[in-house]
């Protein structure tokens, strides 16, 4: 019988979430925040809640405000999506203790694997290489010298709660260790609502690549397989593909890495979607990172070359239902998946450009999956994520894909705001790129945008103009005045 | 507002619909909705990302099919004539008597008045859409029993501008 | 470098067509015609062809005016789509001599396949089992008589031409077979300007099952494995399947319906993409049917569930390059897809129902492909298919697939015109379909749909009217005035 | 129709833009535009599917970006101000004493005439816009220069209504 399961988040995530819950044949749930009132994904949901606010700390990290709202909606299931509170224990527990159903992992889960810290020794006990570092939480800049003292510089220092690369910076001597600590902290703080710190050894050109998992209530762990990460700027992902054409037809590495990740989500017991992320050195050793104990932006790549619904499935293991997938044979690779993630960020200063989307459009080939919050209007805000949309290419190889993903990036058309669409065209067809050779250094390596081709003829003024009189012609032919 | 509806069956249902003022701290629109004294509902209604939603409590909404056609929405099985504001003679069938508007716009000229004898094919109204002048004619001979439009007025599809008697 | 292509057809495949070939770099050029001048294939194409006239003898059937575009606007290479000129002998020979490339296989295969007498012929030298019926054209009722006394009864008359059912007709006995006869060469003439006929027998309780070729120049030729279309309504496809939930997983029968596909493909050293229609008995005994020499309307669902992208291979083919396929082993099957066929008919009558699609809508959860040629203002014209959208699911299993369909079809809303969506979501639920048992003559074994719930309330009228002043609102908020 | 762009860095393109009558057997619009004498350029546009194209031979076609935005157009680096009709003194920066339609309405009063003395403040149009209507008043002292609208007159977004002079 139906639930009601409350969406608590927004954007791209939340219409996939949503999607999923209808698809479920239960009722989704979703906010609508006073700097947001017309929250795209409220299209998917069935029931809208207003959360008065127009600051994240007073909306979507609002565990007070949302607990309340909970109850007065008689919500019983809740979706974190990523982000916000999605790692959260305390929320997690709390609505463990209202026997409210959290769909996530068990709150000891993400308490273990959520908090860095922790995870990093449940994976030393479990025999799983990590990266040397801190075991536990840094909380001065004193502490944190004697620990890069001991594993050597570079060290890379990030939020124990963190994750997408926020909150995270490389320091390479104690003067930029002393630099990064308290922004860090802030960023965390802000982000993620704790300031927890970790110190740890820096590894030289690697891959990022992670595992995603899938596992019930029942003690059924499975893999799907891997996903290649290191197209990042800034510890941030912008690229995904999987499977990953660095462990490539390397059946014995790609077995290891899976069959490590879930040996470390059974050590937890972990009861649903999550992601256990590695660091590939270039002799393809791998030491554990850490685990996102929630769905990731880059799940779909993964749905797509695998047809493993990762959300729904997640729904389903929270309400103690059966997966789709009975044993690990029924998880198999076919084709190749690119993401590409659709941000709102000026092309040359690569720093996010909120703004309002005027016009949007495209043309795809076929193989195209674009998840996306966008709508001619939708206002990209400052306090929201700049990742916009996801544009997801699959074909039945990596060739396949790429061919199929410069004419998806050259028809998309997101006018009135800046995008990293030039950036994703350059590296489309980038020969390092398509040769699939890239470490997570890559977009350093790469020559950035310089310069977007600007509106600059008469001729295309005018022909700006012409598409205005056009819409007026339409418009009047179907709209009535008062 | 006054709105009537006639559907295929030409049972008639017709309503005054008031869209209250939007208040800046609102998102939506309020609507009420009135049938005769003492029936009066309130809706609230909301446009996002193109599409339009209704709901009664601010809480539960459902989307609202988006029609884009103005003077008939047509269901599955079930043609409807839907008429805004002017509630038009002969109804559904606006006959050659009948001066309905086919499409939006602006009355640029009125050449005839009340009680004036008009034979068919007789401008009567120049209407102004998609930037072209159109000339109304009469369809019929006969005598103008009212004129529902001045000029610069601006008109949706569907609105009687004209009635003509034989 | 990059080639112009006509995409000499209309609706939902000359989108999928053209999406194709601006894929692979070429130029998609489109043709309209006078009843259709707002065709929306024309967005995917970059050079728009009128073909002057409102019916298709004048305009999609006729040759020479078509070959007239062709040079006038130096056309290099020409795809057909399917119906319409699709499996001309004539068209593709005409090409052929121009030195136009006609992406399709070479115009002997098509006359050997594409015509059901000869390919009847060439599959029982090849060994490969058949129907038994007339070996050639029928020319006379008593011809057709006589055929039929020797196969007894039921019979089945059909066009030689023929294809999607159009041109076809069950006979018990004589007077039938009299009363159908001219009726049917009619209709073969109409659709197909071809009157010839054929008469075989005809089994009971089979199942319609298709193998999908792909082949290049060098003899490459791969089977995609098998569609199931059985359901279908006056030996129309309504909705297909991938794979057969009757083959199941019988691999044994699998392997042998393909690899006899794939042999009779050799037969005719076919070169392009290409369907061999079997007719499966309950044994699983299989007979020849007929091979389609083109692309066909369910090309999604093998698409989906074996990520090889169909017409751009077909393309590829034509133009002699390498195919995606390197070998047979490439083809794997990941997955079930479905595909439902949206017709604008009667849901009462299931009359083709012309009209204006007034307004339009859906979400669909995730793992949805919609191949449509559908917006608001859309008018679905007599002189053209009924079928205006394919709305195709596919899932992990069966099961996940049936899942996602019933949310899909719910959450698909098109309104002005007659769909036959409330009869694919009985049948989505029935039970025999939901258990996979099923022949050819299901639909006329399941209750058909008896009455649409219709907009009765007072409530329902008064909603459509809010929702057109909310319209008009939005529009009022964007349009300038004159 | 007189067109005037102005784009972020102040270069002004201004051109006159002539949509021709539609023949019932074109699908498409033809428009001309016209830079200064001699210079003038025939485009066909189509909407199809709700998307605008643009030919000049009317084989080529290719999309032009929809945009929904009616009083300023900004691309991805360049920001830029579109006129329809009447030309703004001012250009860009309207100021406070032009008074400029910030949405499309309907003129319901005029409350001023050229030579008026006005103080800031006071009201001068009654525009209705969005069911509401909206009081238009003087953001300075001064005399009413000139007055570009009358009572009926539909306006867009961007247009000048009233100009003072301090």
Known sequence: MSKRVLVCNRGEIAIRVAKAVKELGHIPVGFWTDNEPNAPHLEYCDIWVHLPGSDNTSTYLNMDLILSKIDEYKIEAVHPGYGFLSENTVFAKKL??????????????????????????????????????????????????????????????????????????????????????????????????????????????????????????????????????????????????????????????????????????????????????????????????????????????????????????????????????????????????????????????????????????????????????????????????????????????????????????????????????????????????????????????????????????????????????????????????? | MKYYIINAEGREVSFDLSVLPKSNSESFRKVLVSQGQGDEKEYLLKNLAGKIFVSEDQTTWKKLPKTKVAESLVNINDAIKVYRGYKPSGLGQANAGNLVTDMPGKIVKVLTSEGAVVSEGDTLVILEAMKMENEIKSGIDGVVKSVHVEEGQVLESGYLMIEIEE
Chains 1, 3 share one sequence.
Do not use: W
């Open chain 1, 96 to 482: 463990e203790d209202k026997g409210i159903i959290f769909i996530g992992p068990h709150a000891e889960a993400i308490e273990k694997m959520g908090d860095k810290a922790v995870s990093k020794q449940v994976a030393k006990d479990a025999g799983v290489p990590v990266v040397p570092g801190s075991v536990g939480e840094v909380d001065s800049i004193e502490e944190a010298k004697k620990i890069a003292a001991d594993i050597k510089y570079p060290v890379l220092l990030k939020a124990v709660a963190g994750g997408g690369g926020k909150g995270m910076r490389v320091c390479n001597d104690d003067k930029e260790l002393e630099k990064n600590f308290e922004p860090v902290r802030r960023e965390a703080l802000s982000s993620f609502g704790n300031p927890g710190l970790l110190v740890e050894k820096f590894i030289v050109n690697p891959h990022h690549i992670e595992v995603q998992i899938i596992a019930d209530k029942k003690g059924n762990v499975f893999h799907c397989f891997e996903r290649e990460c290191s197209v990042q700027r800034r510890h941030q992902k912008i690229i995904e593909e999987a499977p990953s054409p660095f462990i490539a037809d390397d059946e014995e590495v790609r077995q290891k890495i899976c069959e490590t990740a879930v040996q470390l989500a059974k050590e937890v017991s972990y009861d649903s979607a999550g992601t256990v992320e590695f660091i590939m050195g270039e002799d393809k050793s791998f030491y554990f990172l850490e685990m996102n104990t929630r769905i990731q932006v880059e799940h779909p790549i993964t749905e797509e070359i695998t047809r493993v619904d990762l959300v729904a499935n997640m729904i389903k293991a929270a309400f103690g239902e059966p997966l789709d997938i009975k044993s690990q044979d029924d998880v198999k690779i076919l084709g190749h998946a690119i993401e590409y993630r659709i941000c709102a960020e000026d092309p040359v200063t690569l720093l996010p450009a909120p703004g309002k989307v005027e016009s949007f459009d495209y043309t795809f080939p076929q193989g195209v999956r674009f998840d996306h919050c966008i709508y001619p209007g939708f206002e990209v805000r400052p306090e929201f994520d700049p990742m916009i949309g996801k544009l997801i290419i699959v074909g039945l190889s990596r060739d396949v894909a790429l061919r199929k993903a410069e004419v998806a990036l050259h028809n998309l058309h997101l006018d009135g705001i800046k995008t990293n669409k030039a950036l994703h065209e350059i590296i489309t067809k980038e020969e390092n790129f398509v040769a699939g050779k890239y470490s997570t250094h890559y977009i350093s390596e790469i020559k950035p945008v310089e310069r977007v081709e600007t509106l600059k003829s008469d001729e295309a003024l005018i022909l700006k103009a012409l598409s205005m009189e056009m819409n007026y012609m339409r418009d009047g032919n179907e709209v009535l005045h008062y």
